[in-house]
């Protein structure tokens, strides 16, 4: 069985830039988690969805940062502009509903210049 | 609001010792994930507690849950090099699929 996926594995910008991040989580889960992990720290929420419906979205920053999953599958956080502050890991989770299990995807290191 | 309290932060240890880690919790919950981190790699999950006196064993860790004294322990048996790695529990902050609180996590270091 395939794991959670994401893709870039890395990304260098300059400040102000954007950047998007890609997700595609487990087959049939249902639920899925990004979170930011900082250097030396463990990961952090910043939103989760329940299929296409974001239900926990009280940890994103939304003056710069917005995420979507369409049709309920794969998912797409975005930071516009970045900031010095965003370098970080980006990890996506994907659970199924009711198990509380959550298996993490490899995640996107952004290294903001 | 949740937290989430590991201890220590950072452990060396000699190949063969053994040691334990402590992750203590603020709020009452009945789900604890202990995951390993590798450098530069993601989470894997090692064990999922899911009730008060929850023991499990994998190999040379084993995981136990007190939900009474909000204390999960990671017990390292006769510690072997590939257990480097940094160490991560997680509490759900209400039950299941919902939101998880991570502590820093333990940078463990095996030396031969």
Redesign the interface.
């Known amino acids: 069985e395939a794991g959670v996926v994401q893709s870039p594995r890395y990304k260098i910008i300059e400040k102000k830039q954007p950047v998007a991040f890609w997700c595609n989580p487990i087959s049939g889960h249902n639920t899925l988690y990004w979170y930011l992990q900082n250097l030396g720290q463990g990961p952090e929420l910043l939103i989760r969805y329940e299929n296409e419906e974001a239900v926990d979205d009280s940890q994103l920053p939304k003056d710069r940062f917005s995420a979507e999953r369409l049709k309920g599958v794969d998912s797409t956080l975005k930071i516009q502009p970045a900031e010095l502050g965003d370098s970080a890991v980006y990890l996506c989770a994907s659970s199924l509903v009711r198990t509380g299990e959550q298996f993490f995807g490899p995640g996107t290191r952004l290294t903001v210049l | 609001e949740l937290k ?1 309290e590991q201890n220590p932060l950072f452990l060396s240890m000699q190949e063969g010792k053994n040691y334990t880690i402590y992750c203590n919790y603020s709020t009452t919950s009945d ?1 604890l ?1 202990w ?1 390993r981190q590798d450098p ?6 090692l064990f ?1 507690l899911l009730s008060n006196g929850a023991v499990k064993q994998e190999g040379r860790l084993m995981a136990s849950l007190d939900t009474k004294a909000r204390l999960s322990t990671l017990h390292i048996t006769a510690a072997v090099h590939d257990l480097s790695a940094t160490y ?1 529990c ?1 509490v ?1 902050s209400k ?6 609180v ?4 333990t940078k463990l270091t095996v030396n031969p």
């Open positions: 989430v789900r994930y995951y530069g790699k993601s989470l894997e999950s999922v991560f997680a759900d039950g299941g699929s919902e939101k998880l991570f502590g820093k996590g």
